[in-house]
């Protein structure tokens, strides 16, 4: 079954169930979804409430339904015609807990003589063949360890704690028998850990998917899944975390067949091409998420808004630099770890030890803008990367050469440092410099970056016709279980771009009557409020928790003046009283009467970048709830149970603008799926004087998609006599019903909505 549309599902045991999506069957087909997506499904930590911290690979989630469940709501969903998609997560299992992972758990109990030892990317030479984990408070909880053998086999236990025994090393006090393991429980803050993690979690480790009989093991239920054909398509975790991407993806192909869709979790740079080689279908989509949404930002607001960043005492020009020490800190800091274990491999590959390693390694990551550099399309990524660090730090020369020989004659070292370079990526951007660049926060996305501006028309065009060229089957999608700030606050966010002088003359009073703590997290987090600002004003209690929630998780992530690690009480107290006092002191109304003046506008932007999601080149993603308004912030705020009763009735009425363009979309995409597998891309300009604010194109010769964008401004000047010419033939507007043909002007095509989805209907 073709992948013409999916809807992403987010499973939870504790609220969402196989059973809840096959009693929502109808309602999905009536929206028009080809496939659901799901989120991870295999068996995950016990309470996991996303799936990827799987413990069991070979098993479907008894929380979920189990085999059994999922059996039953695929043979359902393709009899209403819908099929399946699964994210499966290849990269990590979840050890928080080693009894609930079989295979951990024998590795921990039986070290290199357990049968699952090569399963794990575990450093045993780092402590005398012992693995370490990082788990403890401090070195000294060791001392506490009890052995307990009240149950079917000895264990070691602290507090929640609870370690497996090898076999005959059970007599004695708990710290005497832990120093007869196979590994060694030592303090978390010691920044040392045994295993490659997934990223810096200690509670998940490392797979090595490089050793095929790791690789068959992992996915003996997946391929079950094809065989049985119980599902249409996979999405794939993180591929840059392995350490062969291309071969686990070409081994992953020869599995599922030639005709599984297949897409991957990559995250490119805004100049960097998806490795054509690759036998899938494209990405999940960041790269289409920042052109859609970048092509609503106004770039006029560009000045005034760096100019408000500017004032709260640091330079928008030096964020590039503060971007490379924030890479370097945690190549050196966070992932000192995993550094240490690099730098032996060079010392094994070259013979020479430099204490320069660290310093070298950490510039020289600091200079690659992308997860990873060994694809073959990014070839010259490497040793520009090199030149680059050499000259600016001449004086690490010697350790550089060091470096490049060992990656010529290592495997192990080139390996080991591009899985540093992504995790090290994705600690200092995604976690940390995106909760710190405060000029315009809805830039701030996965797969964005910041610094860029804004998408124009020319840029959108030309990569959504080079993705109908290449990729028109990658996936579409404008939110994620991973995004910071759901499609619709994204939107209402970008909207400061059109004011942005009314928004820093706002900014300047608030900041006056009601001072944050920090001036730079005051401008972060005035934005963010007013994203999910209610239009009524109505402060609930439930929103107020939400963004309580989400600014101690901004602060700590931006680590500037709290972290997870080392909280500090009186900088978070401070946020948390200012926060409660602009929901309750002068500057509320003043906010609400923004949201109300801007909603309008707000409103005009997410629906043109919803419809420009669903039918611009690719397989559009619609996320979970995402149909009607949403307000959601980062997880796991948006990964909040749905109401589709409410969207059940909103589908039956068809009067809610977001749902009409959806269903309208979907619709013509089941009617006519060559038109957008196969059917190019061709942009379409306006003539007249607010040319500028019309962004449309058509797909194969029978539909065709306008949008507004930068309303604010378009609402002062009026379209005047801008008009667009329509190809040959007549077209009707598949969401409001009106029909046009030949030159029409703007403003008779937008009489209604904001956007259009024509469709030719005369043959």
């Not at 070409?250 to 490795?275: F, Q, S």
């Amino acid at each position: 079954m073709p992948v013409l549309s999916t809807y992403r599902l987010q499973m939870r045991g504790d609220a969402f169930t196989f059973a809840d999506a096959e009693n929502l069957l109808d309602y999905f087909a009536a929206l028009g979804v080809s496939h659901l997506y799901l989120s991870p499904i295999l068996t995950a930590a016990e309470g996991s409430t996303h799936g990827y911290d799987v413990t069991d690979p070979t098993t479907v989630s008894a929380e979920l339904g189990g085999a059994e469940g999922f059996e039953r709501l695929s043979r359902a969903a393709r009899d209403k015609g819908i099929g399946l998609v699964v994210d499966i997560v290849p990269n990590h299992v979840g050890v928080e807990k080693p009894r609930q992972n079989a295979w951990w758990w024998d590795v921990l109990k039986h070290g290199r003589d357990s049968s699952f030892s090569s399963f794990f990317d575990i450093d045993w030479d780092l402590d005398g063949g012992r693995v370490v984990l990082p788990v403890l408070g401090s070195d000294d909880d060791a001392e506490g360890l009890e052995v307990d053998t009240s149950g079917d086999e000895p264990v070691l236990r602290l507090g929640d704690l609870e370690y497996p025994i090898a076999p005959g090393t059970e007599d004695g006090t708990g710290p005497q028998v832990h120093d007869r393991q196979h590994y060694h429980l030592i303090g978390w803050k010691n920044g040392i850990c045994g295993y490659r993690r997934f990223f810096s979690i200690t509670s998940l480790a490392g797979l090595r998917q490089e050793d095929r009989a790791v690789f068959d093991a992992t996915h003996a239920e997946v391929k079950r899944w094809f065989d049985e054909g119980l599902v249409d398509g996979i999405r794939i975790d993180h591929p840059d975390g392995l350490s062969d991407p291309a071969g686990y993806l070409a081994w992953l192909r020869e599995l599922t067949g030639p005709d599984a869709w297949i897409v991957i979790e990559k995250i490119l740079a805004a100049d960097e091409p998806l490795e054509p080689t690759l036998p899938v279908a494209g990405t999940t989509g960041y790269d289409a998420m920042r052109e859609i949404g970048g092509v609503f930002i106004d770039p006029s607001g560009r000045e005034a808004l760096t100019n408000l960043f500017d004032s709260t005492g640091l330079a928008y020009d030096s964020m590039p630099e503060l971007a490379r020490t924030l890479k370097a800190n945690a190549v050196t800091e966070t992932l000192g770890s995993e550094l240490a274990r690099l730098r032996r491999t060079i010392v094994g590959a070259t013979g020479t030890d430099h204490d320069g390693f660290p310093a070298a390694i950490a510039a020289l990551l600091s200079r690659i803008d992308v997860y990873r550099s060994d694809y073959r399309s990014l070839s010259g990524v490497l040793p520009n990367a090199l030149a680059e660090t050499a000259s600016a730090e001449p004086e690490l020369a010697a350790p550089l050469a060091l470096i490049a020989t060992a990656l010529a004659t290592g495997r192990e070292t080139e390996v080991r440092l591009q899985q540093l370079c992504g995790a090290a990526t994705a600690k200092s951007m995604e976690d940390c410099l995106f909760y710190r660049d405060a000029r315009l926060v809805s830039l701030n996305e996965v797969g964005s970056e910041p610094h860029h501006f804004g998408v124009g028309v020319a840029e959108f065009h030309q990569r959504a016709a080079v993705r109908a060229r290449m990729w028109p089957t990658a996936m579409v999608g404008l939110t994620t279980h991973d995004t910071k700030r759901g499609e619709d606050v994204r939107a209402r966010i970008g909207l400061l771009s059109q004011v942005p002088s009314l928004w820093a003359e706002l900014v300047g009073k608030w900041t006056v009557t009601t001072p944050p703590p920090d001036a730079r997290t005051g401008l972060f987090l005035w934005q963010n409020v007013f994203g999910v600002w209610p239009v009524d004003g109505e402060i609930t209690d439930e929103l107020r928790e939400r963004v309580h929630a989400y600014a101690e998780k901004a602060i700590r992530e931006a680590a500037e003046h709290t972290t997870w690690n080392d909280p500090d009480v009186d900088f978070e107290n401070a946020v948390h009283t200012w926060l409660d006092a602009v929901f309750d002191g002068p500057v509320a109304a003043e906010m609400t009467s923004l949201v109300a003046r801007l909603d309008l506008h707000a409103r005009s932007d997410a629906l043109g970048q919803k419809l420009l999601a669903l039918t611009a080149p690719g397989v559009p993603d619609i996320y979970q709830g995402t149909e009607l308004w949403e307000d959601s912030l980062v997880d796991p705020d948006n990964r909040r149970p749905v109401d589709y009763a409410a969207r059940r009735d909103a589908l039956d009425a068809m009067r809610h603008p977001k749902l009409r363009v959806v269903a309208s979309a979907l619709a013509v995409r089941r009617e006519r799926p060559a038109t957008f597998s196969a059917g190019g891309y061709t942009p379409l300009l306006a003539d007249g004087p607010a040319a500028q604010h019309l962004v449309a194109f058509g797909r194969g010769d029978d539909v065709l998609t306008a949008v507004t964008r930068h309303s604010v401004r378009l609402s002062e000047t009026g379209w005047d006599d801008t008009s667009l010419a329509l190809p040959s033939g007549t077209w009707v507007d598949r969401i409001s019903g009106r029909r046009h043909s030949g030159r029409v002007l703007t403003a008779e095509l937008f009489t209604e909505h904001p956007v259009v989805l024509l469709e030719r209907v005369d043959g």
